[in-house]
């Protein structure tokens, strides 16, 4: 409510159609009584009129944004806000497309208006990682598009030097999908000039403020506004202008948006040559012909432009200061005077910024872009430069005011012309209001015959001498007698004199006022020349951005065509953008400037009245006021309101005008407020459209209810039917369940009872059964017994003949049975040595058993051998042969059983010493040990290695290990030892054999059992005779000297292991052993 009272304040009132009474003065007192209270924001019913109040308020805050999202936009306080959600709403909800056109003069917060309006939307689209993203590079490309398209002039610090058209485009949600840029005629002539007070582009000084010293130093720039002539040798500080901050914000943005450090490191080198090309310094010389011509005064400029672009020096001095000329078809290279030369060097550097900045703009353009195929809507938002009114005014300004003319005139056309055509189109009664229409201005300038700037294109193409006298005299002819057009000539002819008019100027009639333009200057700009050497000079740079800007450069590519002029290229770019304002939804903010000093909240009536009149606001209130703020067509106006009449709710079956007539009727309007035109419904007051939908909300809501009442019934009906149809189904299957269960049970008591009878019955039966079979098993047995009885009693006489025999054989055959059972159980161990056997239990039985003990026995023999090894066997065999040879004959033999027969004594292999006779004995070795050989001669014994192979037995000194005697066994004759357990061998060789020449040998061996078997086992296998073997007390050797009896002698005398010898005689030797 309070937002109504605010609309119906008398003293301000929110909404200037509600103004009483309505005069310039009452308009003005109310404005200023508005921005007094800080009420900057005043409606003239959709339009917003916004009073700049040159400080910040506290009224774009996050809870300010969330009172206008969705609100109703004349429930709300006006605020540039709710213009904003009425658009985006209207656009999101009805998919119109909605253009917002932000117009006012310079200083008057168009931009801030703008950037309102873009920050707002995004605060209340939705939110999403993708979404936020587009809408921070859509924000972030004004702090760019500003620092190298604004600039501050006397009357606006940060003032937009070039026209700026952005497109938003939304998904069918809502949410901004990235948009498109379009920019108008950038005011390049500040690059090279500008006045006392005012500043080039902000980027200039953003750049020598905020760069770091290795950036600067890589662009070649000092730290140093006052060192570059473009910056007028100023050091211009702004208050509350932090360049430095706005340096880096302009990186951070350029760095959201997309831009790679290379490509800003290429913008800002380009940016860099410009700001030094203004300090390359022309001297004049002259030419041998006498012509004036000039030369680079201080190369060092030059050449650090020329590392920075990658150019050679001369290249770049040579398109400073000369000028190829076509004469006839031959290239003739002119010198250019010091004049010349500097506008050549200040052409090129306003063509690098001024393309600078249309590739900038593109290169956000290509980040922001949505993909094509995607259905969109579009909001443009358009923040163009204001209306400019100078002391000296000229082709800009008339440019720029040609612009806003046609805005003023699209606002006309919208808003008072077209308003009122409708009234008169619709049959609505009207008393036409009188405006000021601009048409006539626009095709003073536009018209493309004998409009200005046609005359100023067909100036610039005439051949011969052109220049500005000519234009304006030819302007001066057509438009003599033009009501909006007046000059010295003009005035002349019409005999007044006006000394505010000089000669060389034209003055237009606009609508925003009287503005004077000074033709110098008009056509060399529209022409925008630029030497072709500079252009081709720029291609040839190595720098590929710089490059790209002049592909007019390319030789390859010579265009004929002549560029078109920047007056027609502007009057297209206008004319495209009318076109586009025209296909959508316009929504105004119109801006004013209160005070020319930037002052907060200071208010000057008569800067604001000059404001309110050329802008038309006062018609504008009047057609409001007059007309209807309202209006629809009948078909959509009854789909929106229908349901505030039983009579047209639901459904209207009737025409559509005859339903809102109806519909209206029923909701009892004053009929001042309402007026029916052949096609649309108009309805005066924006406080009854206001009540319309106020009702229209609450009826939505109370259908709403009754929907969701009519929904929640019918939900709970539904799952009602579906609970009882469940419940049907579950008892139907409980019954179904209990039955069976039931049915279960009694068929288990069923069988039950089925098996006890069946178990009684078969029990009885089975009772009967057994008495049966045992009568029957009685009567078997007594028919047996009876039947045995008569038998025996037959077979009598016959048994008893040879039942004894058969009785005893039983017996026999019986007791012989328990007894192989038993044998069976406890047969005794396996080890051979084991010759126990059970006795014979019963004496028959003895023999058996003595033949099963030795079968046993000899079977475990079997088995035992079966297991013995090859090396056991031939030990075993030695020992058999052993034992044949000596048992019972020699006493030795008993102390040699436990000995195991190991052949090898002394340790060949081991002992290097005994090296040679392994030599002797090879592989064929039997038996090696240490014995002792008696000497025949005296008796006495001496050590002797005694080696048997398989083919010689060898005798060796033990020191030299040497062998001492080779025998042949087939040498040997016999051997004699004696009885005793002595040692004591005689070796009885042939006489006819080598070694027998010697005589038989006598040898102490402490193996003597096992040397004499082996000896024998060696001569059965080498030639399969035994050896004669004599076992006495006495026996006969052969000697050298001849035959000697041996008598071996057991005595204790005999001295150990060696037996004592002694002679007796030359034929008798008697053997002591022990
Ligand atoms: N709503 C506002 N609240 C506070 N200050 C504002 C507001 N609007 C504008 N200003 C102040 O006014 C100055 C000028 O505004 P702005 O740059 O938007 O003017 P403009 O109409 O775009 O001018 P130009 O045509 O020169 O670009 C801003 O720098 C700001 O200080
Ligand atoms: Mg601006």
Same mark, same amino acid.
């Given at each position: ?13 929110? /909404? ?21 209270? =800080? ?5 003239? =019913? ?6 700049? !109040? ?7 805050? !996050? ?15 006006? @605020? ?32 801030e208006a703008s950037k309102l309006v873009m920050s707002y939307v995004a605060a209340v689209s939705s939110k999403g990682e993708e979404v936020d993203k587009v809408k ?29 058209? #952005? ?9 901004p999908l990235g948009g498109v840029i379009s920019n108008y005629l950038l005011e390049k002539s500040r690059i090279v000039r500008h006045v006392k007070g005012e500043r ?86 002259? &030419? ?40 006839? /078809? ?61 002391? /000296? ?101 019409? @005999? ?104 907060? %909240? ?47 709710? !639901? ?45 229209? &909300? ?11 009442? #009519? ?11 579906? #609970? ?92 012989? &049975? ?56 031939? %030990? ?33 292999? &081991? ?35 005694l080696l048997l192979t398989t083919e010689h037995l060898v005798l060796a000194d033990p020191k030299a290990a040497q062998p001492k005697m080779v025998l042949s066994l ?29 005589? /038989? ?18 001569? #059965? ?54």
């Amino acid at each position: 409510m309070e937002a109504t009272t605010s609309l119906l304040d008398a003293a301000a009132v929110g /909404d200037l159609v509600m103004l009483d009474p309505l005069s310039e003065e009452s308009l003005l007192r109310t404005l200023q009584e508005r921005f007094s209270r =800080g009420e900057i924001y005043t409606y003239i =019913g959709e339009v917003v009129i916004s009073v700049n !109040p040159y400080k910040p308020l506290p009224i774009y805050t !996050p809870e300010k944004v969330e009172e206008y999202h969705n609100c109703n936009f004349f429930a709300v306080k006006p @605020h540039i806000y709710a213009i904003a959600d009425d658009a985006y709403r209207s656009l999101r909800d009805r998919d119109r497309d909605q253009c917002i056109l932000i117009t006012g003069e310079s200083g008057a917060g168009k931009t801030e208006a703008s950037k309102l309006v873009m920050s707002y939307v995004a605060a209340v689209s939705s939110k999403g990682e993708e979404v936020d993203k587009v809408k921070e590079q859509l924000l972030q490309s004004n702090p760019v598009l500003e620092a190298f398209g604004n600039a501050k002039t006397i009357r606006n610090d940060n003032s937009s030097r070039f026209g700026k058209y #952005m497109d938003v485009e939304f998904d069918f949600k809502g949410d901004p999908l990235g948009g498109v840029i379009s920019n108008y005629l950038l005011e390049k002539s500040r690059i090279v000039r500008h006045v006392k007070g005012e500043r080039n582009f902000h980027i200039f000084y953003q750049l020598l403020a905020g760069g770091s010293a290795q950036l600067l130093q890589q662009l070649k720039l000092r730290p140093d506004c006052s060192h570059y002539g473009y910056l007028n040798h100023e050091k211009s500080v702004l208050p509350g202008m932090d360049d430095a901050a706005n340096f880096r914000a302009m990186q951070d943005a350029m760095a959201i948006i997309g831009f790679a450090p290379a490509e800003v490191t290429a913008l800002l080198e380009v940016t860099a040559v410009v700001l030094k090309l203004g300090n390359v310094k022309l001297s004049s010389c002259f &030419q041998a012909s006498g012509m004036e011509a000039s030369s680079i005064a201080e190369p060092r400029e030059l050449q650090e432009i020329s590392q920075l672009i990658g150019l050679d020096p001369s290249t770049l001095e040579q398109a400073l200061c000369s000028r190829t000329v076509k004469v006839r /078809d031959e290239s003739v290279l002119t010198a250019l005077s010091v004049s010349q030369g500097y506008y050549g060097r200040d052409a090129l550097a306003k063509n690098i910024y001024s393309r600078l900045f249309d590739w900038l703009v593109n290169r956000i353009n290509t980040s922001i872009q949505v993909k094509p195929g995607k259905q969109r809507k579009v909001m443009g938002v358009l923040d163009i430069y204001g209306f400019e009114i100078f002391q /000296d005014n000229g082709f800009e300004q008339f440019i720029i005011n040609y612009c806003n003319e046609k805005l003023q005139q699209i606002f006309i056309l919208m808003t008072l012309k077209e308003e009122q055509e409708e009234y008169v189109r619709e049959g609505i009664q009207w008393t036409p209001v009188e405006f000021f229409d601009n048409s006539i201005i626009c095709d003073l300038i536009e018209n493309s015959k004998v409009g200005i700037l046609a005359m100023l294109d067909e100036e610039c193409l005439r051949p011969g001498t052109v220049n500005e006298d000519t234009f304006i005299t030819k302007l001066n002819q057509i438009f003599a007698s033009h009501k909006r057009y007046e000059s010295k000539e003009t005035l002349n002819a019409k @005999h007044v004199t006006d000394v505010s008019l000089p000669l060389r100027c034209f003055r237009i009639h606009h609508y925003a006022g009287k503005v004077t333009y000074n033709v110098t200057g008009f056509i060399e700009k529209n022409n925008d020349l630029l030497f072709r050497d500079l252009s081709q000079a720029m291609w040839a740079a190595r720098h590929t951005l710089l490059r790209s800007l002049f592909p007019e450069g390319d030789p390859q590519r010579p265009s004929l065509k002549l560029p078109p002029t920047t007056g027609s290229q502007f009057k297209a770019s206008v004319a495209t953008l009318m076109k586009n304002l025209y296909s959508k939804n316009p929504n105004y903010i119109r801006c004013i400037k209160p005070n020319d000093t930037k002052t907060a %909240m200071l208010f000057t009536p008569d800067l604001v009245l000059a404001q309110v009149r050329y802008l038309g606001l006062m018609e504008n209130v009047r057609v409001r006021r007059a007309g209807y703020a309202f209006r629809q067509l009948y078909q959509p106006f009854l789909e929106r309101y229908k349901m505030l009449s039983r009579k047209t709710w !639901p459904r209207w079956t009737g025409g559509d005008r005859e339903g809102a007539e109806v519909l209206l009727a029923e909701l009892k309007f004053p009929p001042e407020e309402l007026a029916y035109g052949h096609t649309k419904i108009f309805i005066r007051s924006p406080r009854t459209l206001f009540d319309l939908e106020k009702r229209r &909300q609450q009826r939505v809501a109370e259908l709403a209810t009754l929907i969701q009442k #009519m929904f929640r019934g019918w939900c709970c009906r539904k799952r009602y039917q579906l #609970m009882r149809k469940s419940q049907i189904l579950i008892s139907a299957w409980f019954r179904g369940h209990m039955q069976r269960n039931r049915y279960k049970q009694m068929k288990r008591s069923v069988l039950l009872l089925q098996a006890y009878a069946r178990g009684w019955k078969s029990r009885r039966l089975l009772r009967e059964l057994k008495v049966q079979r045992r009568r029957h098993l009685a009567a078997s047995t007594i028919s047996a017994y009876w039947k045995g009885y008569q038998t025996r009693r037959m077979y009598r006489r016959y048994f008893r003949s040879d039942a004894c025999t058969r009785l005893s054989n039983f017996i026999y055959r019986r007791m012989v &049975q328990k007894y192989l059972m038993g044998l069976q159980k406890n047969l005794p161990p396996m080890a051979v040595l084991d010759r126990t056997w059970p006795p014979a239990p019963y004496k028959f039985l003895s023999d058996a058993n003595q033949e099963l003990k030795s079968i046993f026995y000899r079977w475990k023999c079997k088995k035992y051998r079966e297991q013995l090894t090859p090396q056991q066997r031939a %030990m075993l065999q030695a020992k058999l042969c052993a034992s044949e040879l000596f048992k019972d004959k020699k006493a030795l033999y008993a102390q040699s059983l436990q000995q195991p027969f190991r052949g090898e004594y002394l340790g060949l292999t &081991q002992n290097r010493k005994y090296q040679k006779l392994q030599a002797v004995a090879k592989d064929k070795l039997v038996m090696a040990e240490a014995v002792q050989k008696v000497n025949r001669a005296n008796g006495k014994t001496v050590p002797r290695l005694l080696l048997l192979t398989t083919e010689h037995l060898v005798l060796a000194d033990p020191k030299a290990a040497q062998p001492k005697m080779v025998l042949s066994l087939c040498d040997i004759q016999g051997a004699s030892v004696s009885r005793f357990s002595d040692g004591l061998l005689a070796l009885h060789l042939k006489e006819t054999s080598t070694a027998g020449g010697k005589g /038989d040998l006598l040898l102490v061996s402490p193996h003597l059992i096992e040397l004499v078997t082996r000896l024998h086992q060696t001569l #059965m296998d080498a030639t399969a005779q035994a050896l004669p073997l004599s076992i006495a007390d006495q026996f006969s050797t052969r000697f050298p000297k001849g035959d000697v009896a041996v008598t071996v002698v057991e005595s204790a005398k005999g001295g150990g292991d060696v037996p004592v010898c002694k002679k007796r005689g030359s034929h008798k030797m008697e053997i002591l052993v022990h």
